[in-house]
């Protein structure tokens, strides 16, 4: 498998078994858990150890080589469970989809499958990478939400992977980024990221985006997606619409930026995206600790739905849909 810059890397297959570094416990410590069976990495899925919507694929990819080699009459029951961990990431049923559509009882040909699915995501947040680092204009200063780098992707990231082409080419100059409740993706995993390959960031409260806006012109805002629908709809991180909302109001551009596979076009519009709701306790508490008093319910949808009218570019590694329109989205993906 192709190696990413810098050695940013959040998946790993070695000897039959699948290595996952643990994200929940970045950026203090750098733990890899090993996964040997469909059941484990389903629970790794769930658990957000390896979490963005590329790498949950290809973790699945790798959840289903794992069942064929202990039990192939198991493949089945193996990709229910694998489908059932994260209903909202479309990456994760295409992945299987396609792992499906290979399976003939050839354990050599599904373990290729998967490492051709790792390789080729890579492949792709590159030429993404390309292609939306030429709409940014030198000097600019961006904003993006939750972690869609390296640690979400197979190497090099999506919304993070046009960040970190436009630096290189001199386009970026400076990076702002969410803190992104109540995982903290941005402040563990985008900070940890940036940081580590010298990209000029700062961090700043969720609530924040509106003043930051209102007081230092952003050009940008890039994020990644979960699903997108025909229409151009994206369902990404909690937190994405109201970005979107914002970023209008004060004149930023907004970029999507994701894989091919991220696209439903079965879905006429979000408003049949299924969104994931989590347990209350992510918003109650704080590792461990209650923050709120005992007894406190919360609403905890860990995704939303930002209209395709908010949306100036939609990336893929196809090419770039500008505006994302439903004749626009066909055409690019063919």
């Not at 150890?49 to 694929?57: D, E, F, K, L």
């Not at 399976?103 to 051709?116: I, M, S």
């Not at 918003?283 to 949306?311: C, H, W, Y």
Request: a neutral charge; aromatic letters at 6%; proline letters at 4%.
């Amino acid at each position: 498998m192709t190696e990413t810059s810098k050695g940013v890397q959040a998946i790993r297959w070695q000897g039959g078994v699948l290595q996952l570094l643990d994200q929940r416990l970045l950026p203090v410590d750098e733990r890899w858990i090993d996964c040997r069976t469909a059941v484990e990495t389903a629970a790794a899925i769930h658990d957000m150890v390896v979490r963005g919507a590329p790498a949950i694929g290809i973790a699945a990819a790798f959840g289903l080589v794992l069942a064929a080699r202990r039990d192939p009459a198991a493949f089945d029951a193996a990709e229910a469970v694998l489908a059932a961990s994260r209903p909202t990431a479309v990456n994760l049923h295409w992945a299987l989809k396609r792992m499906r559509g290979v399976w003939t009882g050839d354990l050599a040909r599904l373990e290729a499958e998967a490492v051709a699915i790792f390789d080729e995501d890579l492949a792709q947040n590159l030429t993404m990478a390309r292609f939306g680092a030429e709409l940014i204009a030198p000097g600019s200063r961006v904003l993006t939400h939750c972690n869609t780098g390296a640690l979400a992707t197979g190497g090099h990231g999506t919304a993070l992977g046009v960040i970190r082409t436009a630096w290189a080419q001199g386009r970026i100059a400076e990076v702002y980024n969410t803190e992104t409740r109540p995982w903290l993706q941005g402040a563990r995993l985008t900070a940890w990221e940036l940081m580590r390959e010298g990209i000029p960031g700062q961090l700043i409260a969720d609530g924040a985006a509106a003043h930051l806006m209102s007081t230092i012109r952003i050009d940008w805002v890039i994020v990644g997606a979960d699903r997108i629908a025909a229409n151009g709809d994206t369902a990404n991180k909690i937190g994405t619409h109201m970005l979107a909302v914002v970023a209008r109001h004060y004149g930023a551009k907004f970029m999507v930026v994701a894989p091919s596979g991220t696209f439903d076009l079965s879905l006429a519009s979000g408003d049949l995206i299924p969104i994931e709701e989590r347990t209350a306790k992510e918003l109650t508490e704080f590792k461990g600790a209650q923050i709120a008093p005992a007894g406190m319910r919360a609403f905890n949808p860990v995704f939303d739905v930002t209209p395709a009218s908010l949306i100036d570019a939609i990336v893929c590694e196809r090419g770039v849909a500008t505006p994302p329109t439903t004749a626009a989205l066909k055409a690019l993906l063919g």
